[in-house]
């Protein structure tokens, strides 16, 4: 059984620092693991996947600013927010599939999902 858990929101000011975690079991290794966000009123948005390549993906707003991690030790992959803005303030949830290059920035490429963890940044 396939099971994400997102730890890590909350609260911080602009300018400010975040780590989120997504501990993800029942996953074979070919899996990659991502983070997307959804604002109120917004849609679900990519934010990060790191590929079982170890490669990674960012979106270009998060670039220089985000870096997505796998931690082994305690089967995570962790999502290192810094110089967060307002516009980050979002549900962030963490999200499993077999992705390829051409989709792995859509949600509809992952089926498997976490309850998502709030990060609110104020300005």
């Known amino acids: 059984q396939v099971q994400l858990v997102e730890s890590g929101g909350g609260l911080v000011q602009a300018g400010g620092s975040l780590r989120l975690s997504c501990a993800a079991s029942?996953?074979?290794?070919?899996?990659?693991l991502g983070w997307f966000r959804q604002a109120p009123g917004k849609e679900r948005e990519f934010v990060a996947v790191?590929?079982?390549?170890?490669?990674?993906y960012y979106a270009d707003s998060v670039k220089e600013r985000f870096t997505i991690s796998r931690d082994s030790a305690k089967n995570t992959v962790d999502l290192q927010m810094n110089s967060l803005k307002f516009e980050d303030t979002g549900l962030y949830y963490c999200?499993?599939?077999?992705?390829?290059?051409?989709?792995?920035?859509?949600?509809?490429?992952?089926?498997?999902w976490g309850q998502g963890t709030q990060v609110t940044v104020s300005s």
């Open positions: 029942g996953l074979s290794r070919d899996y990659a």
């Open positions: 999200a499993a599939g077999r992705i390829i290059v051409s989709t792995m920035k859509r949600s509809e490429a992952y089926p498997y």
């Open positions: 790191l590929r079982p390549n170890n490669a990674k």
